[in-house]
Structure formats: C-alpha cells, structure tokens
C-alpha cells in the first residue's frame, strides 16, 4: 500500500509540473532566481516540492 502511495504521488507531481502553467512559472523563478537565493528556500516559500523542481528541472528541455 505504501509503496503504491509513493507512486501515485509522484505522478501526481509529474502530471502537475507537465500540465500546470503556474508551475512552469514557478519553477523558472526558481532557476532564474538560483544565485541569489536557495532554492530549498524558494521552494518552500512557493510551496513547490524540492522533489518537483529538480524534476522540471531535469526534464524541462523533453517537457516543453
């Protein structure tokens, strides 16, 4: 059951970040944004999971 949880989350994330135009938003805030501040703290005060970001980040040359 755990583990089925943990899967459904992260697709949860990844359909989120694919589909969600505030998130793309976000998330190049938070890269444009990576010099001056830290992104765990970007992350947490836009509400954005650590976990998604580097996931766009990773993926956002494929995603878009």
């Known amino acids: ?7 459904m989350e992260r697709d949860i994330l990844k359909k989120a970040v694919t589909s969600s135009p505030r998130a ?16 765990e703290k ?10 998604a970001y580097y996931y766009w980040f990773k993926n956002k040359d494929i995603l878009f």
């Not at 793309?24 to 992104?39: G, R």
């Not at 970007?42 to 976990?51: D, I």
């Open 1 to 7: 059951i755990e583990l089925k949880n943990v899967t």
């Open 42 to 51: 970007m992350c947490k005060s836009m509400k954005v999971s650590k976990n």
């Open 24 to 39: 793309t938003y976000e998330m190049q805030f938070i890269l444009d944004n990576i010099d001056m501040y830290p992104v």
